[in-house]
């Protein structure tokens, strides 16, 4: 079965300086992983997919994120927060088997950029 | 200018009342998918629809159903049965089922 942790349910971060939200997959196959922003009282905006290319994947806004097999890792990072980040993040599995190959959704990560 | 929508933004059910979300799209996309979410949990599937007329139960569909009668719309009924109906509730769609799906902007239920 395919799930997703995400470590940390609150991060602070001061503007300018870097930031790191972890998550954690568990996949019986190659997976398929997202990243999803959320904005208060908003709906999930993409930010980046990993399909099995290159495991270093580029987002939107500056994000990226990396996929590493040996640690089941899939950590969303960027060099410099902007106050514009304050958001709920989502680490999202494509669970396989049956019709839907559903996403399975992480618990969320809540970044408070502060100024 | 293509996307998802749903309305109302805001929704107010009475004890035993049934009431209605609307999703709508205009991307062409054959899946759509409706979402709750609750405080610091993720989202959990109520529903799904992998082409007009066709709608299977997600984890949680108790309480609520829902109709595919048109491509662009997949509408939300919250039924009396849904004893805690109060969440944000999310619709999507994805060009086929399993591809990247893209959310609206959600309605946010809550109870008189």
């Known amino acids: 079965a395919q799930s997703v942790t995400q470590l940390d349910s609150h991060v602070s971060v001061s503007e300018g300086t870097p930031v790191l939200l972890r998550c954690n997959y568990s996949?019986?196959?190659?997976?398929?992983l997202f990243w999803y922003v959320q904005h208060p009282n908003k709906g999930l905006q993409l930010l980046l997919k990993y399909t099995s290319a290159a495991t270093l994947v580029k987002g939107i806004n500056g994000f990226e994120a990396e996929f590493k097999k040996s640690e089941t890792s899939f950590h969303l990072t960027k060099p410099s927060a902007h106050m514009s980040d304050a958001a709920e993040y989502f680490c999202v599995v494509r669970g396989y088997g049956g019709a839907t190959n559903k996403l399975i959704f992480g618990t969320g990560t809540l970044l408070a950029v502060q100024p | 200018d293509g996307g998802i929508t749903q309305s109302p933004k805001y929704l107010f059910r009475k004890e035993g009342q049934n009431v209605t979300l609307s999703c709508e799209q205009n991307l062409n996309h054959d899946a759509m998918y409706w979402y709750r979410q609750d405080p610091g949990q993720g989202l959990r599937l109520i529903y799904y629809?992998?082409?007009?007329?066709?709608?299977q139960k997600g984890d949680i569909a108790e309480g609520y159903s829902v109709s595919r009668e048109k491509k662009e719309s997949f509408p939300l009924t919250v039924t009396s049965a849904q004893k805690n109906p109060t969440a944000f509730y999310l619709c999507?769609?994805?060009?086929?089922?399993?591809?990247?799906?893209?959310f609206g902007p959600g309605t946010r239920l809550l109870v008189l």
């Open positions: 629809s992998q082409i007009v007329n066709d709608f």
């Open positions: 999507a769609s994805s060009l086929y089922i399993g591809e990247t799906q893209y």
């Open positions: 996949s019986s196959y190659s997976p398929s």
